[in-house]
């Protein structure tokens, strides 16, 4: 299984940038998503997750702002990032739970950064 991030950029204050975080390989299903960030010299934080009843949950600092949702046939989870700020700048993670075929856990797997940086 493997988990790819992609869609982080430059983008100026105010503007938007979708990210996407697919699955790949032998996967039944994402059953749950979560999107951290880490800017240089801060921590990893948690910006969002998706859970397997497709609730979404976001951190304060973004709520009102980005948006997720879950293409199942695509193996698919984006992140729509709106209204995007200078603080917003870090390197973006997936981490997901996964059904696999044939396997009685689900797998859990981080994907590889996206860079989203945003100028003012």
């Known amino acids: 299984v493997q988990l790819q991030a992609s869609g982080g950029g430059l983008v100026q204050s105010g503007g938007s940038l979708r990210l996407s975080c697919a699955a790949s390989?032998?996967?039944?299903?994402?059953?749950?998503l979560d999107w951290y960030r880490q800017a240089p010299g801060k921590q990893r934080e948690l910006v969002a997750g998706?859970?397997?009843?497709?609730?979404?949950r976001f951190a304060d600092s973004v709520k009102g702002r980005f948006t997720m949702s879950k293409d199942n046939a695509k193996n698919t989870v984006y992140l729509q990032m709106d209204n995007l700020k200078p603080e917003d700048t870090a390197l973006y993670f997936c981490?997901?739970?996964?059904?696999?075929?044939?396997?009685?856990?689900?797998?859990?797997?981080w994907g590889q950064g996206t860079q989203v940086t945003v100028s003012s």
């Open positions: 998706i859970s397997s009843s497709d609730t979404t």
């Open positions: 981490n997901a739970e996964i059904r696999e075929p044939e396997a009685p856990w689900l797998g859990h797997y």
């Open positions: 390989g032998k996967v039944v299903n994402i059953i749950a």
